[in-house]
């Protein structure tokens, strides 16, 4: 590995983001099953070198999240920047479905199947991620569009879920998230003023 107080060779730092892309790309379709070594192949480098950035499988898979998890939470800031007020919430979180429960279907169910806690995983990506479902959340909260008893928790929970169904049920998915996104808007009160049952 290399010494983290020296910095890479130009070429060094372009080998390790092309394997870098090329393990996400492989890991999202195949899942962890990939060996290394294919994925060097793909990329057109040595074995070595995959090992040279990454000593071992589950560094790269770590390193392949982060940087993916990375990247979400730079497109969720975008719609925070760019969408109306409330809504980047629920773009996201559709955005989030359609990315990461289809294309990213491989990384999504090695995290959900096998148990991956992501607060031990990257620590610090997932605190940068949960931040910005607070600050989405709160913004939805704000504008009233977001039910007020939503917690950040929560959301994580129903993206999670929302990616879960986009794999393993596609032919549902768009019409099963509509409804979970629907269920987050703040409930109306009755239009005849009778009380609500159940």
Request: proline content about 6%; charged content about 20%; overall charge negative.
């Amino acid at each position: 590995m290399a010494d983290p107080a020296k910095p890479l060779r130009a070429d060094a730092v372009r080998n390790r983001e092309l394997v870098l892309e090329t393990a996400y790309a492989t890991i999202a379709a195949r899942g962890l099953s990939v060996p290394i070594d294919e994925i060097a192949r793909r990329a057109g480098v040595g074995a070595g070198t995959v090992y040279r950035h990454f000593p071992t499988k589950n560094a790269l898979f770590i390193a392949v999240f982060e940087h993916r998890l990375q990247q979400v939470v730079t497109a969720g800031r975008a719609l925070l920047d760019s969408a109306g007020p409330g809504e980047a919430l629920f773009g996201f979180i559709r955005a989030m479905a359609v990315d990461w429960g289809a294309v990213d279907q491989g990384l999504t169910q090695v995290i959900a199947g096998d148990g991956i806690d992501l607060d031990v995983l990257a620590p610090d990506v997932e605190a940068q991620f949960l931040a910005l479902i607070g600050e989405l959340l709160a913004d939805a909260q704000r504008a009233g569009t977001a039910r007020g008893d939503l917690t950040v928790r929560e959301t994580k929970a129903i993206i999670v879920g929302c990616q879960a169904v986009q794999g393993h049920t596609p032919d549902v998915a768009e019409r099963v998230i509509t409804l979970i996104l629907g269920c987050l808007r703040p409930e109306p009160g009755p239009a005849d003023g009778r009380p609500r049952m159940g």
